[in-house]
T-cell receptor
Framework: QQQVKQSPQSLIVQKGGISIINCAYENTAFDYFPWYQQFPGKGPALLIAIRPDVSEKKEGRFTISFNKSAKQFSLHIMDSQPGDSATYFCAASLTGNQFYFGTGTSLTVIP | ETGVTQSPTHLIKTRGQQVTLRCSSQSGHNTVSWYQQALGQGPQFIFQYYREEENGRGNFPPRFSGLQFPNYSSELNVNALELDDSALYLC???????????????FGPGTRLLVL
């Protein structure tokens, strides 16, 4: 059973546009929801994370929106830049013990 | 760079062989997790070690085993390799459990394993 479902699989956005990636989770006991960015040949790097007691968290151009009742969370990248082109993974964790990752979204930002 | 290193970077093995992958954690980190990332997929949790003890395991068979050493470096061992074991193997280290009290897990660049 896929614990975390991510969409879309790929996304193409114009420079300056907004990129939106969505995730849905199954286990209501999850208490930590990070987003990771991965460039080719590199391991994933933490971008931003949220806990379920908060509905939104913003760090620079990156915002997580969290809907606990719908068991969904999303990543918004404002003013998308070509340097943001990468694969993005959402994840969910229970007390940091085991992380369940989504299948990834390949983002391409066109200049 | 995250300060997490893995060796080797690439490896080719044949079916049935055994392999050992190594990870050097970021200084001061006492928790290491190992993940398998198949091509085009998200990382899948294999297991986690906290202060040299296994602290959780994903849905992987017993032929996947690990160790964490007193200096907090670790290794992943896979016996009786199968073709489906071909993947990128990532380790991630953290000071305590990632997500707890704001702790972050830092990933290494991975070891790409090809099983023929």
């Amino acid at each position: 059973q896929q614990q975390v479902k991510q969409s879309p699989q790929s996304l193409i956005v114009q420079k300056g546009g907004i990129s939106i990636i969505n995730c849905a989770y199954e286990n209501t006991a999850f208490d930590y929801f990070p987003w990771y960015q991965q460039f080719p040949g590199k391991g994933p790097a933490l971008l931003i994370a949220i806990r379920p007691d908060v509905s939104e968290k913003k760090e620079g151009r990156f915002t997580i929106s969290f809907n606990k009742s719908a068991k969904q969370f999303s990543l918004h990248i404002m003013d998308s830049q070509p340097g943001d082109s990468a694969t993005y993974f959402c994840a969910a964790s229970l007390t940091g013990n085991q992380f369940y990752f989504g299948t990834g979204t390949s983002l391409t930002v066109i200049p | 760079e995250t300060g997490v290193t893995q060796s080797p970077t690439h490896l080719i093995k044949t079916r049935g062989q055994q392999v050992t992958l190594r990870c050097s954690s970021q200084s001061g980190h006492n928790t290491v997790s190992w993940y398998q990332q198949a091509l085009g997929q998200g990382p899948q949790f294999i297991f986690q070690y906290y202060r040299e003890e296994e602290n959780g395991r994903g849905n992987f068979p017993p032929r996947f085993s690990g160790l964490q050493f007193p200096n907090y470096s670790s290794e992943l061992n896979v016996n009786a390799l199968e073709l489906d074991d071909s993947a990128l193997y990532l380790c991630a280290s953290s000071q305590g459990l990632a997500g707890d009290l704001g702790e972050t897990q830092y990933f290494g660049p991975g070891t790409r394993l090809l099983v023929l």
